[in-house]
């Protein structure tokens, strides 16, 4: 199974901010790597995909790249809707695997 | 409106079974890989089971702590997809999501989700 290890777990960060969160996969997956927004009591909204494609209606400060093991999320210019959790997917292959998760926080 | 609605959730005790069903509007079921993901109280997200389109011959994909105890299925005619769950455990207790996966742009992804069903396994 291919294993996702997604850093930081928790950042505090403030209105503004750049932030970015890394995504490294055990194994080769190209770029069939997701992210996806979550907020509290609320399904998961898909981000970006194949790595580095921002989905329709998601704002431009949210950028993706990487390839092959080392992934990256980047939230420029952080806004009070953005505070939540982020999960990186990997759709390489079965089995599905999610990363851990990074719970972005006010500071 | 192009939705997906999961119900049947509740609370069951371990070693029960309970059924959970995910209804799909606005889009024909068939056409798509469907897959159940969960996520337990205060956890991240699991992938649970997956199940490919018609195209596909609707074969099945599981998560290695479910597999033998959870069952993916889908009624094309009813737009519906069913997740059969069956000897329980204490560690199956989370909200499950059913989701629409969609190959688009050099990509697979989640492109729609539905709000979840809350399963409590305890005794």
């Known amino acids: 199974d291919i294993q996702l290890t997604q850093s930081p777990s928790f950042l505090s960060a403030s209105v503004g901010d750049t932030v970015t969160i890394t995504c490294r996969a055990s194994?080769?997956?190209?770029?069939?790597l997701v992210w996806y927004q979550q907020k509290p009591g609320k399904a998961p909204k898909l981000l970006i995909y194949?790595?580095?494609t921002l989905q329709s209606g998601v704002p431009s400060r949210f950028s993706g790249s990487g390839s092959g093991t080392e992934f990256t999320l980047t939230i420029s210019s952080l806004q009070p809707e953005d505070f939540a959790s982020y999960y990186c997917q990997q759709l390489h292959s079965y089995p599905v695997t999610f990363g851990g998760g990074t719970k972005v926080e006010i500071k | 409106e192009v939705q997906l609605v999961e119900s049947g959730g509740g609370s069951v005790q371990p070693g029960g079974s309970l059924r959970l069903s995910c209804a799909a509007s606005?889009?024909?079921?068939?056409?798509?890989?469907m897959e159940w993901v969960r996520q337990a109280p205060g956890k991240g997200l699991e992938w649970v089971a997956g199940s490919r389109n018609k195209a596909n011959s609707y074969t099945t994909e599981y998560a290695a702590s479910v597999k033998g105890r959870l069952t993916i299925s889908r009624d094309d005619s009813k737009n519906s997809l069913y997740l059969q769950m069956n000897s329980l455990k204490t560690e199956d207790t989370a909200v499950y999501y059913c989701?629409?996966?969609?190959?688009?742009?050099?990509?697979?992804?989640?492109?729609?989700w539905g709000r979840g069903t809350l399963v409590t396994v305890s005794s």
């Open positions: 194994q080769d997956i190209s770029s069939f």
């Open positions: 194949a790595a580095s």
């Open positions: 989701a629409r996966d969609v190959a688009a742009g050099g990509g697979w992804y989640f492109d729609l």
């Open positions: 606005g889009f024909a079921l068939s056409d798509h890989y």
